[in-house]
């Protein structure tokens, strides 16, 4: 195996921090022994085969090209070459990247690939549900309630809803979503329909959720179902109202990251083994960025979210959890690639398996 694809940019909100990514794991599949092959997707989903990654999003834009199938192996094809590609490594975010779909692609076209598989990836990218596994699985999370059909949704219901139930102030959040795109922290009654609307434009099923004063902890894990690598825990103290779009890309000073957060050892452990479980329970591949959140008065600790493509830069906290673990961006990379191999050929050999 020697060719990686290296497959980024993409149609999300998150498509200039996937170039930044995508520019770090070229070094780093590189220094792993690999011919990276740099393909950037558009935002309006034309895929570019790249001399090389460029970290600004318009200087990526070569020679269009496509993958197919072709004499029993997967080639990209442009005007200018036809060349071979063993491996897929996507760091596309959100819709079209991260939540299945480019996942099944490479299923179709029996190609390799890097991370968790289309169900995993799927069902993590839907907040509901993915919470509603969470649930099954007895993880702790926040409380929280579905809106279904958000266009239509009627704002003095959900504010009925809200009074009887988890109260003021809570987040209303597209299902659908990453970055904090669509997120709203609402205080009261008169924000309620404004919020929702907002959130209503990302999609149409939304996430309600009581808000509660918490700081927030994430773990690195990387692995096969069920055999589990798992870093330290770190900490983001946002300095904004909540971790909103504007404080994680617009804002420099919006957080400052810790690899280390204060907590007790126990609560590490307790962190590290839900992590592990949660992972497990949505039967994760690969590699992903667990958050978590801590009420600051209660010493509670929730589940927030399982990120399947987390951010890939120098100075992401999964490249960097796992640095601090003893573990550097080859060496995880490296690793990564390996599962993803071994994951294709366990597949393989389960579907040669039934067809016998
Ligand atoms: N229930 C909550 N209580 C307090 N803060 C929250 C809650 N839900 C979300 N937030 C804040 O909003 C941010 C984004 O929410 P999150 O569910 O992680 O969405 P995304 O998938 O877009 O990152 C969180 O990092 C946190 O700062
Ligand atoms: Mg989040």
Request: proline content about 5%; some cysteine.
């Amino acid at each position: 195996m020697k060719t990686v694809a290296l497959i980024y940019g993409g149609e999300s909100g998150e498509h200039d921090v996937s170039c930044v990514s995508a520019a770090y794991l070229e070094e780093t599949i590189t220094a792993a022994g690999y011919t990276t092959i740099p393909i950037y997707i558009s935002r309006k989903g034309e895929w570019h085969r790249q001399p090389r990654v460029a970290k600004i999003a318009s200087d990526n834009r070569h020679n269009p090209s496509s993958l197919l199938q072709k004499d029993g192996r997967v080639v990209l094809r442009s005007a200018e070459e036809e060349v071979g590609i063993d491996f897929a490594f996507p760091i596309v975010h959100g819709t079209a990247g991260e939540d299945g779909a480019l996942q099944g692609f490479f299923e179709v076209l029996g190609l390799p690939y890097a991370g968790s598989g289309v169900a995993t990836s799927a069902v993590c990218m839907d907040k509901a549900l993915m919470r509603a596994l969470f649930a099954v699985n007895k993880i702790p999370q926040v409380e929280y309630f579905v809106i279904a059909d958000a266009e239509s949704a009627e704002s003095e219901k959900i504010h009925a809803r809200i009074e009887s139930s988890i109260g003021y102030p809570v987040f209303i959040k597209p299902c659908n979503m990453g970055s904090s795109v669509g997120v709203h922290k609402v205080s009261g009654r008169e924000a309620l329909a404004k919020a929702i609307a907002d959130a209503a434009r990302f999609d149409d099923h939304l996430l309600c959720e009581q808000g509660l004063p918490v700081r927030e902890l994430e773990i690195a894990i990387a692995g096969n179902f069920p055999d589990y690598l798992i870093s330290g825990v770190g900490e983001i103290k946002v300095n904004h109202e909540f971790y909103s779009y504007e404080a994680k890309y617009i804002d420099p000073n919006g957080a400052d990251l810790f690899l280390e957060a204060p907590i007790e050892p126990a609560l590490r452990e307790e962190i590290q083994r839900l992590a592990k479980g949660a992972y497990a329970a949505v039967r994760g591949d690969g590699f992903a960025r667990i958050d978590f959140f801590l009420h600051k008065e209660t010493g509670k600790l929730f589940l927030n979210e399982i990120n399947t493509l987390p951010g890939f830069t120098p100075i992401s906290m999964f490249p960097q959890l796992f640095k601090a673990a003893g573990v550097d961006g080859p060496a995880i990379t490296r690793k990564i690639i390996e599962w993803g191999k071994a994951r294709c050929d366990r597949l393989k050999r389960l579907r040669a398996a039934s067809r016998a």
